[in-house]
């Protein structure tokens, strides 16, 4: 195990080694886009080693939180985004598949994205979109709809990249939810400004049957104020490059809760994760050793309904990104079942390829509405827990098997690295598993 | 914007097909399942009520007779110009109370007077005249024939132009029309010509009463026993000219168009059917689960559950997932846009889960889910004709690949 800073320096050469022998590239001609992506991703490691760290001064706020305000539908049922949704939708759209889809492959391969694609998403806004206006954030309502429609439309270019690229704007989006004022002037203003920091909501944890409200990560008071954090986390996106970590502990006699922990305070340490699925989110371990930290790195007050509020946010972006996966899966496979011929004829003609394309075209619709649904309700202030475990199950059961059975109708293409989609199959499994890292 | 809700001007009706469901249906539910064929000489009553219920809202309807070419006004402006709003008419709304009843009982739902599902060819494809003509009164459907099921295409029944005194003479055996005996209008698909194929193929609106059309038995069924199957001869059956449905061509290119646009009405109505008997098995068995001790969490991972409380949010997950579906399909079909494929979703996926979810249902129950003295049983034998009639599981499958492939019948069989 190394610190943050070393680890990170790693990165570039890591990903070089890997992008150079991958030989894939060349024969499917992503030679040019692999090149840039490994140029950036080599920039990028050195660069993160010498910014993480950042201090953060506590800086007193107003004393009231800003919140965006609830949504107010006018009790229609309605599937039709509204205007700024559909535009956002439209450029993120464009966005995954210019400039997503082509690296994936070797962003992949190499467990990081593109510095210059994380980049460009962060001039995008997608660090705040969470966040309120008044904090220079996008957000003026709440923006779960949003989130989930932005998320879907990335993943549908490449949910590890999607991952990526969302993963840093889960610890704004948290501080907007439900950060005070002195918590939201302090953090914030990392994220609004020129140089966005990375930061990783660390929930998951490395054991079976893992459960977010029983976690080993331990808080317990120190002496004279404050905390003292231990535990350790799993496959938590970008942590290598992470200067803040929004941190799930059980806090002593008061249950889980969540903690904002820079890493500048030392005790944190990072080693790469590299997993099955969602590797261009360069995963990795991090482990809290008798961190210390101040009363203010208490977020939303160790209030229950808050925790399960952020599971159930945190859940339904991964039901954003399985949908995205998994409508990929379905556009890609329309052509492919249409063009490849087998016993003289397209393959779409016979019905067990077809029923199979219909299982998937049903399924998909089925999780986007039941993401949807739970979504609104979030954004309309009402109870959503049951919309979003059922949303969960639907995206976790049905999204591992549509990627699985993608690679069935590809056959022996769909299981090699030729083809996008193994690495569906393998992203949409390793969904499945997630708790945290991202949030709507 | 986007917004999932069951929409707020339906409550009051969803609220009173609930109560018709809980205090009329489901206490006589058992009643008709042992008595085959005996009409539900309560519904009468209950029919009357329902047509006084679609008289107090302009949306409103309990049954399949208010699917159709509603023309609502939209429900909201986006406020940005944009006169276009999103609406919800006659479509969702049938939709809703239908789950509702049929939590109750599906076969009875089938039986109510003027709810049939040839009141929503009806209501889909007649001209304002027919509609006047036809419109109030319960209209059964008669497409499948012995040798003609899912591929109704190749119907064998057929209607002659008679020009003398400007009649069709229909001839042919018809089978499985549900509420035949019972309904005052049959709408039977013919062959204007069997050598042009399906696009020869008409609705014709036949009075139960024509001495044509004999009624030849009564089917005995797995469930929805309640409802009637009847079928008929028809026997130089003459119809006037005006009981052609639709357009009298015979158009080649548009093909089956016409007396197909019914389903696009009719399936998520059929999805509603399954969701409403699903909602049943889900509540009785939560309740049952819950009295054993067993609730389900909806925090927790599915596997820090007890495999009851797991199983149990897994269907339930399903059920939400055909019920908004089914909400997706209706909606569309209020708002005018092309909706074959989701249609068609929304049946494949309500008619199969209600079925898993019935079965799953009697597993977590035990003796409870089988024994007659609950309800259980019935609704799991009731259940899977809705992943049957108005298009089978895989006729479903078919037309949702057809349309995503771009695979002409021929192509993809």
């Known amino acids: ?440 | 914007m986007i917004n999932l809700e069951t929409p707020k001007k339906f409550q009051p009706l969803i609220g009173q097909a609930h109560t018709v469901a809980q205090e009329v249906l489901r206490p006589i539910a058992r009643k008709y399942d042992v008595a085959e064929h005996e009409r539900p000489k309560e519904l009468d009553f209950l029919a009357a009520i329902l047509n006084g219920m679609s008289d107090s809202g302009a949306t409103s309807g309990a049954g399949a007779a208010g699917a159709g070419k509603g023309e609502d006004k939209p429900a909201s402006g986006n406020g940005n110009g944009h006169a276009e709003g999103t609406r919800n008419g006659s479509n969702l709304s049938t939709a809703l109370s239908i789950m509702e009843m049929c939590w109750g009982d599906v076969g009875l739902l089938l039986s109510i007077p003027g709810q049939g599902l040839g009141n929503s060819a009806i209501a889909a494809v007649a001209t304002p005249e027919q509609l006047k003509e036809f419109g109030g009164r319960w209209a059964a459907m008669a497409i499948t024939e012995p040798e003609a099921g899912s591929d109704s295409a190749s119907i064998r029944t057929t209607a002659e132009y008679d020009e003398a005194t400007d009649e069709y003479v229909l001839n042919g055996e018809k089978i499985y029309v549900t509420a035949g005996e019972r309904a005052e209008l049959v709408v039977v698909w013919a062959s204007l010509d069997r050598s042009v194929g399906r696009a020869a193929i008409k609705s014709f609106i036949v009075e139960r009463s024509n001495p044509g059309m004999k009624l030849d038995r009564l089917e005995h069924k797995l469930g929805i026993r309640a409802s009637d199957t009847a079928a008929f001869i028809l026997q130089d059956c003459r119809v006037p000219a005006s009981a052609l449905l639709g357009s009298p061509e015979v158009d080649v290119k548009k093909g089956f168009g016409g007396v197909m646009q019914t389903f696009d009405n009719t399936r998520p109505l059929v999805a509603a059917m399954a969701v409403g008997c699903a909602k049943a098995c889900l509540d009785f068995t939560r309740e049952a689960l819950e009295e054993a001790g067993v609730a389900v969490d909806y925090d927790k991972p599915l596997l820090s559950q007890s495999a009851a409380a797991a199983k149990f949010l897994a269907m339930e997950a399903e059920y939400d997932a055909a019920r908004l579906l089914t909400m997706q399909a209706a909606w569309m079909a209020d708002n005018k846009k092309p909706n074959s494929v989701q249609a068609s979703i929304a049946k494949a996926k309500a008619g199969r889960t209600g079925t898993d979810i019935a079965f799953g249902c009697i597993e977590l129950c035990g003796a409870l889910g089988v024994t007659e003295t609950e309800l259980l049983e019935k609704w799991a034998r009731d259940v899977k004709i809705l992943d049957i009639f108005e298009g089978t599981q895989q006729i479903q499958l078919l037309i949702i690949a057809r349309q995503l492939l771009g695979r002409t019948s021929a192509q993809l069989k």
């Open chain 1, 1 to 440: 195990m190394t610190t943050v800073a070393e680890r990170s320096m790693g990165i570039g050469l890591k990903a070089l080694r890997q992008i150079a022998a991958l030989e894939v590239i060349d024969r499917v001609g992503l030679r040019g886009p692999a090149e840039r992506a490994l140029y950036s991703v080599t920039k990028n490691g050195m660069g993160a080693a010498a910014s993480a760290g950042r201090t953060f001064t506590i800086v007193r706020g107003s004393g009231k939180p800003e919140r965006a305000r609830p949504a107010s539908p006018k009790g229609v049922f309605d599937l039709t985004p509204d205007e700024d949704q559909q535009m956002i939708v439209e450029a993120m759209k464009e966005f995954a598949a210019a400039e997503l889809r082509p690296v994936a492959l070797a962003a992949d391969t190499a467990c990081a994205a593109p510095a210059e694609l994380l980049a460009s998403a962060s001039e995008l806004g997608l660090a705040t979109l969470g966040v309120p206006e008044e904090l220079g954030g996008s957000a003026a309502e709440r923006s779960a709809v949003t989130g989930v429609l932005v998320a879907e439309a990335l993943a549908h270019g490449d949910l590890g990249l999607a991952v990526a690229t969302l993963a840093t704007s889960a610890v704004p989006t948290a501080l907007g939810l439900w950060g005070d004022a002195d918590q939201q002037a302090t953090y914030l203003p990392a994220f609004t400004g020129d140089e966005v920091a990375v930061s990783a909501l660390a929930i998951l944890e490395p054991r079976p049957l893992f459960d977010p409200f029983v976690l080993e990560t331990k808080a317990r008071p120190a002496d004279g104020g404050g905390y003292v954090l231990d535990g350790v986390k799993s496959l938590v996106a970008r942590a290598a490059d992470a200067e803040l970590f929004l941190v799930a502990a059980e806090l002593q006699d008061r249950g889980p809760a969540l903690f904002l922990v820079p890493t500048s305070g030392g005790g944190v340490s990072v080693t790469a994760e590299p997993a099955m699925g969602v590797r261009a989110a360069a995963t990795a371990t991090v482990a809290f050793d008798g961190v210390v930290l101040p009363e203010a790195a208490l977020l939303g007050g160790a209030d229950q309904d808050v925790y399960a509020e952020c599971i159930h946010r945190a859940r339904l972006a991964w039901c954003a990104v399985a949908v995205g996966a998994s409508q990929a899966a379905l556009d890609y496979l329309v052509p492919y079942v249409n063009e490849r011929v087998a016993f003289g004829e397209p393959i779409a003609n016979r019905q067990a390829v077809a029923f199979t394309v219909s299982d998937i075209a049903i399924e998909t619709a089925g999780m986007r509405l039941a993401t949807w649904r739970a979504a609104s309700r979030a954004d309309a202030g009402k109870d959503f827990f049951r919309e979003a475990a059922v949303a969960r199950q639907l995206c976790v059961k049905h999204g591992a098997e549509i990627g699985s059975s993608a690679v069935q109708l590809l056959g022996g293409h769909g299981y090699t690295k030729e083809y996008p989609v193994e690495r569906w199959y393998r992203d949409l499994r390793t969904a499945g598993v997630y708790e945290g890292a991202l949030l709507v």
